[in-house]
Structure formats: structure tokens, C-alpha cells
């Protein structure tokens, strides 16, 4: 008996301290947190595929980052100017190792003689601004824009709980260039207590006001991406939806594959350049607009000290109407003879069954009984109770309407006959 009254309180115990740890485990744990790269300082390029052959591994290396280097700068000016890249200009290679910031070796393949590689070139922003035409390089951009990546796969819906190939996409997505100034979490902190799925689908505006307070955003978009394997390992399938604002307003869409799992975070990498577009286009029609219930609600007026009004004389009294009968005609006649009867202010239906017994509020001025009087008075079986009137027809047929009143006919006016002409 004595270990049966400890069993419950140890149980519970053990509750709360498994509790604790899974909340413990959720902030705590080393499988998360990306934080995003800085790149308001550069100018960047990818994509440049270099085919180098050389006395030996070492020159054919570094003659292709020379070739990479040169191709990256006019592909970056032509992509600024919105030319064909035969028009770009050529730099000397003194000027271009003054604006390269760094070579970012997206894949490379060395051998004895050779050097096969797809390569990256970040310009300095404020060096490269002169040769390339630009004042500072910059782009008009956006206000700052809340961004949660949300990965839904297997059912479940991830943000930044857990690294994953969506968050480190846009952690290192270079966003110098893009018109939307992102504010990107790291999933470190508290991150993955307030920007999840779960958050995105709160209509609350408080809590969204307290959130972007937080990061210094000004508005929210979800970036989403719904992940299907065929099977483990093998092709993928990837649908990814845009989203803005507190609501989720869908803003763009589009789908991607990936031969098998290795090919999974340069499809979520395409996913995001591609995501930045339809943002990018969205802002530009004028769809990124922020929420006006995303503002802080105005200070409460002070009121001036109320001043005692009279009464009104005439006062609409509340009642309650049940119609019965067996067919919509019924109902629509004792409407219609409801809200042409003197004195009712308002009718509104409550609910309304045509078979059956309908229930309709009224604004009546004047008492219950009288109400029923004027409806007994057009026809309808009426009884009342309390603040209730049952009205129903006496026979299948429902009472006429009655003809509106006759238009008023102007009175002639008597003349008075001119002056001289009275006999």
C-alpha cells in the first residue's frame, strides 16, 4: 500500500523532467543553428565553368581562377546592365585582383595537366562599383522582410528546429543583389520557439507585431518548400510555394526535381535563387505590401466626462418570432409581412428552416401584445409568451401582402383673385 501512494508523484515527476528535456533538447541541441552569411559587402557570380590545360596542375589551376575572374567580371556587368555578355568590357588583370574579394570553388576536378572546375567571384562592392557603371552598387530594396523557410516532408512540417538543406540554402544565398532585404534567423536561441511552421499559420497580430519587433523586420514572408522522395535515396521532387504577409498569401510557385539525394541541395540552392525571383517580381507589381493590422492600434482617446442624455421616448423593443409552416412560401410571406408592418425597426433571421419552425429577431416598437395584434390583424394565427410570438398561416396558403398605402395627392392651393377684378 505504501508503494502504491509514492507510484503516482514519481510518475508525474518523471513527466516533468521528460517534458523539460524535450524542451531542454529542442533549444540545447548541436543539430541546428546556420547562420546566414554576409553578403551587403559583395558582388557575386556563379555559375563560370573553367577548362584549363597546363605544363602541370598548379598553373593550369591558377590560370583558370585568371579566366574565371575575367568571364565572372563581364558576366556580372552585362547581368547589371541587361546587355549581352559581348558587350561587357574587359579589365586587366592588376584591376581585377584589386576588386576580387574572393573565388568560391563551387566543383572542381584537378589533374597532372588540367583543371576542370564551376567556380564563384565576389567582387568588393565598393571597389568594383566604379568599373562596373554603378553608384556603390546598390539596388532599391525592399522594407525589411521577416523570412521563415519552412520544409514539409514525410508529414511534417520543419523550419528551423533542425539543419536541413532548405534553411542552408538561403543561409548562403548571397542577397546584395536581390530588391528584397531579407532578415534571415540563424535557428540559434529561441528561433526555433518562434519562427516554425507552426507560427506561420497564427492569424494573431500581436504576436506577429512582438515577432518582427524582435528580428527587426517590418513584414513576413515563408518561403516553403514540400519535399517527396520516390524512395530513400533515389529522385525527389520538390513544389515550392511563396508566401507573404500574416495571412500566408500565396505569391508564386514552382517545381524542381533531383535525380537522387545527392542532388538535393543544389536543387534546394536553384530553389531559392528562383524563390528570390518570384519575390523580386511580386515586389516590383506592388503584391509585397504590408499588412495596415500589422501597425500598433492608436493610443486610446481620453473622453470627455459624459454628460447625461435623455431617454428616448420611443424605444425599439427585442422580440423573438417563430414561423411555422410547410414550405418556403410560408416563410417568405410572413418575412415580407414582418418588414412591412408599422413599427418594426429591423427583422433578422436567426435561423431559418422552411419546413419547419424558422426563428426571426425583431426591433419592434411597441409591446408583445401588440405585436401579435397587427400580425392577427393580416391574417396569421398568432399566440405569444414572455418575449416570444408563434405565427403561423390557418390554412396552406399564407395571408396576402397588403397594398402599399395610395400616394399622397397634393392639395390645390386656393387663388386669390388680382386686384380690380373683384365684383
Excluded: C
Excluded at 541546428?32 to 552569411?37: E, F, V
Amino acid at each position: 500500500m505504501l508503494r502504491r501512494r509514492f507510484l503516482a508523484p514519481i510518475l508525474l515527476l518523471l513527466a516533468v523532467l521528460g517534458a523539460a528535456a524535450v524542451v531542454y533538447a529542442q533549444l540545447e541541441t548541436s543539430d541546428r543553428g546556420i547562420p546566414p552569411i554576409d553578403s551587403s559587402g559583395t558582388l557575386e557570380i556563379t555559375g563560370i565553368h573553367v577548362d584549363v590545360g597546363a605544363a602541370d596542375a598548379q598553373s593550369a589551376r591558377y590560370a583558370g581562377w585568371r579566366i574565371a575572374e575575367r568571364q565572372g567580371f563581364r558576366a556580372l556587368w552585362a547581368n547589371m546592365h541587361n546587355v549581352p555578355i559581348n558587350q561587357a568590357p574587359n579589365l586587366p588583370d592588376s584591376t581585377l585582383d584589386q576588386i576580387v574579394s574572393s573565388i568560391n570553388v563551387e566543383h572542381e576536378e584537378i589533374g597532372p595537366n588540367r583543371y576542370i572546375a564551376d567556380l564563384g567571384i565576389l567582387f568588393d562592392r565598393a571597389r568594383a562599383a566604379e568599373f562596373l557603371g554603378v553608384d556603390g552598387g546598390e539596388v532599391q530594396r525592399s522594407v525589411p522582410m521577416l523570412l521563415i523557410p519552412i520544409t514539409v516532408t514525410a508529414g511534417t512540417a520543419t523550419g528551423v528546429e533542425l539543419r536541413n538543406a532548405w534553411q542552408r540554402g538561403w543561409a548562403t544565398f548571397r542577397t546584395s543583389q536581390s530588391p528584397i532585404d531579407y532578415v534571415r534567423v540563424s535557428g540559434l536561441g529561441v528561433d526555433p520557439m518562434l519562427v516554425n511552421a507552426s507560427q506561420v499559420v497564427r492569424p494573431g497580430r500581436g504576436w506577429w507585431r512582438n515577432i518582427i519587433d524582435l528580428y527587426g523586420a517590418a513584414d513576413i514572408l515563408v518561403a516553403e518548400v514540400q519535399l517527396q522522395r520516390l524512395y530513400p535515396g533515389g529522385p525527389a521532387r520538390a513544389r515550392f510555394i511563396a508566401r507573404h504577409g500574416p495571412d500566408n498569401e500565396v505569391v508564386g510557385g514552382f517545381t524542381l526535381t533531383a535525380l537522387n539525394s545527392d542532388g538535393i541541395p543544389a536543387m534546394m540552392a536553384e530553389g531559392v535563387r528562383r524563390m528570390d525571383e518570384v519575390f523580386s517580381t511580386a515586389l516590383a507589381a506592388g503584391r509585397l505590401q504590408r499588412d495596415p493590422s500589422l501597425n500598433l492600434p492608436p493610443p486610446p482617446v481620453e473622453l470627455a466626462p459624459e454628460v447625461p442624455i435623455a431617454k428616448p421616448t420611443n424605444i425599439a423593443n427585442a422580440y423573438q418570432v417563430q414561423i411555422s409552416g410547410k414550405d418556403v412560401k410560408i416563410y417568405n410571406f410572413a418575412m415580407a409581412h414582418l418588414r412591412t408592418l408599422p413599427g418594426i425597426e429591423s427583422a433578422t433571421p436567426q435561423q431559418i428552416n422552411p419546413g419547419g419552425t424558422s426563428y426571426v429577431l425583431v426591433a419592434y416598437r411597441g409591446d408583445i401584445a401588440s405585436l401579435a395584434a397587427a400580425l392577427s390583424a393580416r391574417g396569421w394565427q398568432t399566440d405569444y409568451s414572455g418575449t416570444v410570438v408563434h405565427m403561423r398561416a390557418s390554412s396552406d396558403n399564407p395571408p396576402p401582402i397588403p397594398p402599399p398605402p395610395p400616394p399622397v395627392q397634393p392639395q390645390p392651393q386656393a387663388t386669390t383673385p388680382p386686384p380690380g377684378k373683384q365684383e
